[in-house]
């Protein structure tokens, strides 16, 4: 017989999750009637190379969510160390995150955040409701990268990433 588990405590998930140190980015896209919207999020992760597939996940609810659900399209927007403001512009709800930022639209016809230190833009594979999130697997179209560092967030904060100096896993090219 299975033991009974006790349920996880949400804010106990969130401080045990935000120990996995992840990267920034800020999904951007166009609803059908133009107007623009985004969201900061963090969970996000390559699915395949072949064909090139990724996974973001995004609030439930939120006008972002059904923008790119709607669209079918997207750009997610990957922030450089000196975009932190971006971040933070685009975590607050309920906001124009566009209102006087000077924007560039990628070949998918998306907003996209110039100088972020990479950016891929999607269509819509699939997208599916898991919990208090909408998961959304991307087919990627196009992507843009640049130099520089990339914005990382650990424990509930902002924090740079450092390269080691060390040869690249033998498993990225």
């Known amino acids: 017989m299975i033991p009974a ?13 935000g120990r996995f140190a992840t990267g920034v980015a800020v999904v951007t896209t166009r609803s059908p ?4 919207h985004g969201m900061t999020v963090n969970s996000l992760t390559s699915v395949s190379l072949e ?16 923008a790119v659900t709607a669209a079918g399209r997207f750009a997610v927007n990957i922030l450089s160390s000196r975009q932190e403001h971006l971040a933070l512009r685009f975590a607050r709800r ?3 995150h566009f209102a006087g930022l000077d924007v560039t ?22 997208h599916f409701t898991a919990g208090d999130h ?3 697997v991307g087919h990627v179209g196009d992507v843009c990268e640049r130099d520089g560092e990339p914005l990382g967030f650990l424990r509930g904060r902002f924090s740079d990433v450092l390269d080691r100096g060390h040869a690249p896993a033998p498993w990225i090219s």
């Open 134 to 136: 909408v998961v959304v």
């Open 5 to 17: 588990t006790i349920p996880v405590d949400p804010l106990t998930m969130r401080r045990t999750m």
């Open 51 to 66: 064909p090139p597939l990724l996974l973001v996940c995004l609030t439930t609810g939120a006008r972002s969510t059904h």
């Open 94 to 96: 309920g906001e124009d």
């Open 105 to 126: 639209h990628g070949r998918h016809r998306v907003p996209v955040i110039p100088d972020a230190f990479a950016h891929l833009e999607c269509d819509v594979e699939r």
């Open 33 to 36: 009637d133009g107007t623009p």
